[in-house]
């Protein structure tokens, strides 16, 4: 794939919407004042419902007197002024609060209820439509937010189509809606470079972020932009300067236009050997052309006081730093890669038992070219685990569930697998302490936390008994740092009896390993000769309260039972 195609991946709906009738048939319902199409009118708001056999259109007009205002409003402050929490699905623990408009989405408040009635009515089964001209889009775009909550739950997912609309949100409204790729690929908006109203509502552009596709038109041509970067460029720098009025487009007739035309979407650039990143720069300076309603030469074209050399470059940049942040993490692509470094500490834990010692231990002593090796899977996994985790918490909260619920098995396993290395690294030197309060990735923290709520909800735990638990991981993954801070604590004392502290968290920490090992919960390797864990027993044997662990380990004949899964504990 070339970088010229690779400028229009994600937005093959806009060239198949606007090529079809859907994009006329769409702007048509805006514009028909058929008297068999009954429009509802509330506060400041009006709405039709068009059908067919095989689909729905509701269309969104606002009041010609209706002035939206530039300001913001988080949906903290809805939620505490107005107790409106219907877009509070969007948020995640990255974005717990979104802004809005504040004019556009009080005039969507003001409505609610009827627009609940609305969308009660609204028929799942059949291809919908929301569009709305103007500010009416802008309410379109709204409705369509408060129907995505659904999406996932076996509905179709509706598309909104909107024509001239100002934006309606932050940059974190944007976060929240592109961080799925179905939801962002609900919006098309429709703009055309003689209309200003777009950009009405951006003379702060660092507060305003536009969401979707959209589709920049001229008489002559069109062309769609899925980066929110350029898209906003385009809307601060393309569209009519507003000291100059506000211009009606006629989206009637680009709509007409449009449908008899292709989308500037690729070109042959015959005669040229281009390289790639000429190749990105002839193709958007040649989409801007056709956007503007300008010739398509390679000289420097002025248009509306714009550098249009100056805006090429920019939106040359934004789209590299674009496909650079899509390509950087994709879970299912390095999945297979990831899966090879499991696969190779699975082999190193064998290995290193087949020296008589736990990969735990001797990843901690770091003394073989094989140890180093680990390093690198480890740092490997651990990064792309981390990514993994960001990219669930970046998820609007129905669709991070499902991405958990996916990745919850192997987030599990590595987390038991790849956790302790880093403990035994944390502990390495012997001068850290408190791993899990100081040194603990948050991801870790994440992954468990994820394994918990699926607990909760199935209302399932781990068996009480395994059979064969030779080649188990320690279901709890901080055992190895629970284990390091117990040997400290053998370590810095000279007179344990004396230290009541101390002696209470060792008793905690026996407490702890008899009851994880009645569960099977203990990898066997633990009683290895010369493992960490075989270290503290012999320094603390002397000290030991919980006389059930003691007649455990008193006796190696246990360790092979244990290992089999056939130790009777009382």
């Known amino acids: 794939m070339n970088r010229t195609q690779l400028f229009n991946s994600g937005i093959m709906q806009a060239p198949f919407v606007t090529s079809s009738p859907l994009l006329l048939k769409t702007w048509g319902v805006i514009a028909s004042r058929d008297e068999d199409v009954v429009p509802h009118e509330g506060r400041g708001l009006f709405w039709k419902v068009w059908k067919e056999s095989e689909l729905t259109i509701v269309v969104f007009e606002v009041k010609n007197d209706f002035d939206p205002q530039q300001k913001l409003v988080s949906s903290s402050v809805l939620k505490e002024k107005n107790n409106f929490r219907r877009f509070e699905f969007l948020c995640t623990k990255k974005i717990p609060e979104l802004s809005f408009n504040g004019s556009v989405v009080s005039l969507f408040i003001d409505n609610l209820e009827k627009l609940d009635e609305l969308k009660s009515k609204i028929s799942s089964s059949h291809p919908l439509i929301i569009t709305g001209h103007g500010v009416g889009g802008a309410i379109a775009s709204l409705f369509t937010v408060l129907l995505l909550e659904s999406i996932g739950s076996g509905k179709k997912r509706p598309l909104c189509i909107t024509f001239g609309s100002p934006l309606i949100g932050d940059k974190k409204l944007q976060e929240a809606i592109s961080r799925s790729s179905i939801w962002s690929s609900c919006f098309l908006h429709v ?26 038109c001229s008489d002559t041509g069109a062309t769609c932009f899925g980066n929110p970067e350029s898209v906003l460029e385009l809307l601060v720098s393309s569209i009519n300067d507003q000291s100059q009025g506000f211009e009606v487009a006629d989206y009637g007739k680009l709509v007409k236009n449009l449908n008899c ?76 890669v990831m899966k090879i470094d499991m696969a190779k500490l699975e082999w190193y834990k064998k290995h290193c038992k087949s020296q008589g010692s736990g990969y735990y231990d001797c990843f901690k002593r770091g ?63 012997g001068l850290r302490k408190d791993y899990e309060a100081k040194g603990r990735s948050r991801h870790y923290v994440v992954l468990e936390k994820w394994l918990e709520e699926d607990k909760k909800e199935k209302s399932d735990s781990e068996g009480k008994t395994k059979k064969n638990v030779e080649l188990i991981l320690t279901i709890d993954s901080c055992f190895w740092a629970k284990l390091e801070e117990a040997l400290l604590l053998c370590g810095e004392l000279d007179n344990l009896k004396e230290n009541v502290e101390a002696k209470g968290k060792l008793l905690e920490f026996e407490n702890y390993v008899y009851e994880s090992l009645k569960k099977y919960e203990v990898s066997p390797e633990i009683f290895l000769k010369g493992s960490s864990y075989m270290t503290w027993w012999n320094k603390y044997k002397g000290f030991a309260d919980n006389h059930r662990l003691a007649n455990f380990m008193r006796n190696p004949q246990h360790f092979d039972q244990y290992t089999e899964g056939d130790y009777s504990f009382t």
């Open 261 to 336: 035309k292709a989308i500037c979407k690729d070109f042959s650039l015959q005669g040229m050997n281009l390289t790639h990143s000429t190749s990105l720069n002839a193709s958007i300076r040649l989409q801007l052309c056709a956007a503007l309603g300008l010739t398509s030469n390679m000289q420097q074209l002025q248009h509306q006081n714009i550098d249009i050399n100056a805006l090429v470059t920019k939106l040359e940049r934004l789209e590299n730093k674009f496909m650079f942040q899509k390509m950087k993490f994709d879970p299912s692509k390095k999945l297979n």
């Open 191 to 216: 703009v055309s470079y003689k209309d200003s109203l777009p950009k009405k509502l951006n003379s702060q552009p660092v507060d305003y972020m536009p969401f979707g596709t959209f589709l920049f």
């Open 367 to 429: 003394v073989s070219t094989i140890d180093q090796d680990a390093v690198q899977w480890q740092k490997n996994l651990r990064n792309y685990w981390s990514d993994m985790v960001e990219e669930a918490e970046m998820k609007p909260q129905t669709e991070a569930a499902a991405f958990r619920t996916r990745w919850l098995f192997s987030g599990t396993n590595y987390r038991r697998m790849v956790e302790p290395l880093d403990i035994a690294e944390y502990y390495a030197n």
